[in-house]
Every structure is written in C-alpha cells, then in structure tokens.
C-alpha cells in the first residue's frame, strides 16, 4: 500500500505545474553531461547541440517509471517529426549513466532513438530551477530495480539557437508534454522561416 501511495504522490507531483522553472525568453544554462543513446554513452554539450538548432531538453523524474517510460517511447515514435521541425532531442534525469545505457537501447523506450543524460548530482536540475524530490520508502522501478535517486520535476524547455528558452512546458502528462513540445518546435521553425 506505501508503494501505491508513493507512486501515486510521486504521478501527481510530475505533473503539477513547473512553477519556479524558468520561463520563456530566459538563458537557457548551458551544460555538458555524461549521455547515452542506443545504449552507448558519450559526452553530451548543449551549446554543440544548439549550433544545430533549437534543443528540446526534457526533464523527467526516472528511467523505468511509467510516466518517464511513456515519455520516452512517445519522443521516440516522433522523433521524426522533431528532425523535420529542425528541432533535436535530451532528455536529462538524475539517473546513472549505467540506467540511461539500458533505458536509451531498450525498443519499448528510448528505442535507441533518444539521447537521455545524467544529471546524477543535480547540477543541470538545479540550473533550470526545477524541483527534486526523494522518497521516504525504497522505491523499485518496472523493472523491479530499487531506484536509488532523487527524482527531477518533468518539465521540457524548447531552446533556441541563441540560448533563450522558446517556451517552458510542465503540468500535463508524458503524452501530452511530448505533443505541447513538438507544437512549440513547429511553431518556432515556421517563424524562422519567416
């Protein structure tokens, strides 16, 4: 029963709005961290990112959870359409890189089509003022696995080129957070090609 109530406070805390996030029009911080995709991990720069062009950078609570499972599989199965926005995707979690390995190859997941990064000491959290949480019980993700982190606030900042965020999305559910993302990434590339 405590680990239903967790998971439940844990869901309901993910999806409250990123309050003290920062806001459209603010410098995104810049980062470098540890990530993986397909399962192989590499040196992940954001400004290297950004010379590429806008940056979806989506934070969320742990790998093998199920909204952040959701999540993932959901910007996986639109990466494509990202690509034609011109928009290019990160995830970033307080997970080990030794998780993201697995989480970023698994096909129900990341698919091996999604970068996810470690934050494991909360720097780049803390950056974009997000809220981290902990759990008072042992918490096992679906796998059976004790998670044995901090949880980030999910929330997803659109950056631009220029290092401003475009638009600062929390408050909905993992689809819907990866559908109000791609929006924003339309919306931004048929303004530049204004």
Do not use: W
């Amino acid at each position: 029963m405590k680990r239903f109530l967790f998971g439940l406070a844990l869901s309901v805390a993910c999806t409250l709005p990123a309050l003290a996030a920062l806001k459209a029009g603010e410098v995104a911080p810049g980062f470098s961290a540890r990530a993986s995709v397909a399962g192989k991990a590499f040196d992940y720069v954001l400004a290297d990112a950004l010379k590429k062009g806008p940056v979806v950078v989506y934070f969320y609570p742990s790998a093998f959870t199920e909204g952040c499972n959701v999540q993932a599989h959901t910007f996986s199965v639109h990466k494509a359409d990202f690509d034609a926005a011109g928009a290019t995707i990160i995830g970033v979690s307080l997970d080990s890189i030794t998780r993201l390995n697995a989480f970023s190859a698994d096909p129900k997941y990341c698919a091996g089509k999604v970068a996810v990064a470690s934050d494991a000491d909360g720097q780049i959290v803390k950056a974009y003022q997000l809220k981290v949480e902990g759990s008072a019980e042992p918490f096992k993700d679906t796998r059976g696995i004790v998670v044995d982190h901090e949880f980030a606030e999910r929330t997803t900042f659109v950056v631009t080129p220029d290092h401003k965020i475009y638009a600062t999305i929390g408050g909905m559910e993992p689809a819907a957070n990866v559908a109000a993302a791609l929006e924003a990434v339309r919306q931004l590339a048929k303004a530049r090609a204004k």
